[in-house]
């Protein structure tokens, strides 16, 4: 009949009623850590005395002055002699220690992934039934059902939660979680995305040569959680959006696929880092961050420096090549490098870390009523080389959960 509603019609007003209101904002940041610590500065005697290669005397030299260099003062790991005591096949090149591996970071990725997450939760300050999707990132995983489906049990999620596994991202794992998490929250009304990040360094872990030694001596355990919502928010105060992520892209430098990489053998997690990567990332930083403004409508760049950064501190080179490239003044960077010297490059959870210390540092200049930028931008690296760019903004008044 002319002018009714056709079955297209009501489809189409289905789908648009399931679009959320405004960008995605982050609702609640934490980290967590194993509690043992190692000083930056004893990691070589640590390091070499653990996998009985003092003799090497040369390469724990090398060891020490990389340590010197890193901007990191220290790092937390499962890692220990009782650990190696047990399982002595994991600083063997020569004998197969995957399944010693996969079998001890099931347990300690997982614990802590479950204290992160349940901090993020309770800061969130809704039930846990409410969140509606679930995205773990992890390097740390070899086994299926993964840590995923291990963690919505753990937690007490709906059995209906959509559940995504992304398994070895690296370095970059934190924010391409995020951004799936971005457009999951956009497009479902009403979704309420748990990303957490967990790593081990236990995986990668091995006897030092000199191909192995840089990665030997950044990276660390930890794990990070995110909740991620688009409006409308409850309106009795409950959800407080900290960052709206505005716009999100994922860029690949080509040609790059052999400078940072990662290999599951028998004998682990190989790492492939190559020293040419902090000059890659400032060839090609620029680039990304022009485009990734021009897609919210600036046909110019804005001035970098007044932006708030959330940089994944993958090293001191990498930080110190951002921050010549953009003329970006110090104080730019410092999240991320606080988060380097305290806890060195957890992968993918890092950036969780970077966006709580920024967090904390504006709560702290709001306070102090200080002006800050309204507009940042959070970076993330890992295989490919591939770089991770979300816009950020400060929350902006809107969107607030009908009566």
């Given at each position: 009949?002319?002018?009714?509603?056709t079955e297209d019609d009501t489809v189409d007003s289905r789908r648009y009623?399931?679009?959320?209101?405004?960008?995605?904002?982050?609702?609640?940041?934490?980290?967590?850590?194993?509690?043992?610590?190692?000083?930056?500065?004893?990691f070589g005697g640590f390091y070499f005395g653990l996998t009985k290669c003092?003799?090497?005397?040369?390469?724990?030299?090398?060891?020490?002055?990389?340590?010197?260099?890193?901007?990191?003062?220290?790092?937390?790991?499962?890692?220990?002699?009782?650990?190696?005591?047990?399982?002595?096949?994991?600083?063997?090149?020569?004998?197969?220690?995957?399944?010693?591996?996969?079998?001890?970071?099931?347990?300690?990725?997982?614990?802590?992934?479950?204290?992160?997450?349940?901090?993020?939760?309770?800061?969130?300050?809704?039930p846990a039934t409410d969140i509606t999707h679930l995205i773990f990132s992890?390097?740390?995983?070899?086994?299926?059902?993964?840590?995923?489906?291990?963690?919505?049990?753990?937690?007490?999620?709906?059995?209906?939660?959509?559940?995504?596994?992304?398994?070895?991202?690296?370095?970059?794992?934190?924010?391409?979680?995020?951004?799936?998490?971005?457009?999951?929250?956009?497009?479902?009304?009403?979704?309420?995305?748990?990303?957490?990040?967990?790593?081990?360094?236990?995986?990668?872990?091995?006897?030092?040569?000199?191909?192995?030694?840089?990665?030997?001596?950044?990276?660390?355990?930890?794990?990070?959680?995110?909740?991620?919502?688009?409006?409308?928010?409850?309106?009795?105060?409950?959800?407080?959006?900290?960052?709206?992520?505005?716009?999100?892209?994922?860029?690949?430098?080509?040609?790059?696929?052999?400078?940072?990489?990662?290999?599951?053998?028998?004998?682990?997690?190989?790492?492939?880092?190559?020293?040419?990567?902090?000059?890659?990332?400032?060839?090609?930083?620029?680039?990304?961050?022009?485009?990734?403004?021009?897609?919210?409508?600036?046909?110019?760049?804005?001035?970098?420096?007044?932006?708030?950064?959330?940089?994944?501190?993958?090293?001191?080179?990498?930080?110190?090549?951002?921050?010549?490239?953009?003329?970006?003044?110090?104080?730019?960077?410092?999240?991320?490098?606080?988060?380097?010297?305290?806890?060195?490059?957890?992968?993918?959870?890092?950036?969780?870390?970077?966006?709580?210390?920024?967090?904390?540092?504006?709560?702290?200049?709001?306070?102090?009523?200080?002006?800050?930028?309204?507009?940042?931008?959070?970076?993330?690296?890992?295989?490919?080389?591939?770089?991770?760019?979300?816009?950020?903004?400060?929350?902006?008044?809107?969107?607030?959960?009908?009566?």
């Amino acid at each position: 009949m002319p002018g009714a509603a056709t079955e297209d019609d009501t489809v189409d007003s289905r789908r648009y009623t399931q679009h959320a209101q405004g960008p995605a904002a982050i609702l609640a940041i934490s980290t967590e850590n194993p509690t043992n610590i190692v000083p930056q500065d004893e990691f070589g005697g640590f390091y070499f005395g653990l996998t009985k290669c003092d003799h090497l005397t040369e390469l724990k030299e090398k060891m020490k002055r990389i340590c010197e260099k890193s901007g990191i003062e220290k790092r937390y790991m499962h890692l220990g002699d009782e650990l190696i005591r047990a399982h002595p096949e994991i600083i063997d090149k020569n004998l197969p220690s995957l399944d010693a591996r996969a079998n001890i970071a099931a347990t300690e990725v997982l614990k802590l992934a479950e204290s992160a997450a349940r901090k993020a939760i309770a800061e969130w300050g809704r039930p846990a039934t409410d969140i509606t999707h679930l995205i773990f990132s992890t390097y740390s995983g070899c086994r299926a059902p993964s840590y995923d489906l291990q963690l919505a049990s753990l937690l007490g999620l709906r059995p209906t939660i959509s559940r995504t596994i992304l398994s070895l991202h690296g370095c970059s794992g934190g924010g391409r979680a995020l951004q799936l998490a971005k457009e999951l929250a956009e497009n479902n009304r009403g979704a309420r995305v748990l990303v957490v990040c967990s790593e081990m360094i236990l995986m990668c872990i091995t006897s030092p040569d000199v191909t192995n030694i840089v990665g030997q001596t950044i990276f660390g355990d930890g794990a990070g959680a995110v909740i991620v919502g688009a409006g409308p928010f409850d309106n009795d105060g409950v959800e407080r959006p900290l960052l709206e992520m505005v716009a999100a892209s994922q860029n690949m430098i080509p040609g790059t696929e052999k400078e940072i990489g990662m290999q599951i053998t028998s004998t682990g997690i190989v790492f492939q880092l190559s020293m040419k990567v902090p000059k890659l990332i400032r060839d090609n930083i620029q680039q990304c961050l022009i485009d990734a403004f021009r897609s919210i409508g600036n046909s110019d760049p804005p001035n970098w420096n007044d932006l708030f950064w959330a940089v994944h501190p993958g090293g001191r080179a990498i930080l110190d090549s951002i921050e010549g490239t953009l003329q970006l003044q110090p104080s730019k960077l410092a999240a991320s490098r606080h988060v380097l010297r305290e806890y060195g490059n957890m992968s993918g959870a890092t950036i969780t870390f970077v966006l709580d210390e920024v967090r904390r540092r504006r709560e702290k200049e709001d306070g102090q009523q200080q002006q800050q930028p309204e507009w940042g931008v959070m970076l993330a690296f890992g295989p490919g080389i591939t770089i991770e760019t979300i816009v950020l903004r400060t929350p902006q008044p809107r969107c607030l959960k009908e009566n």
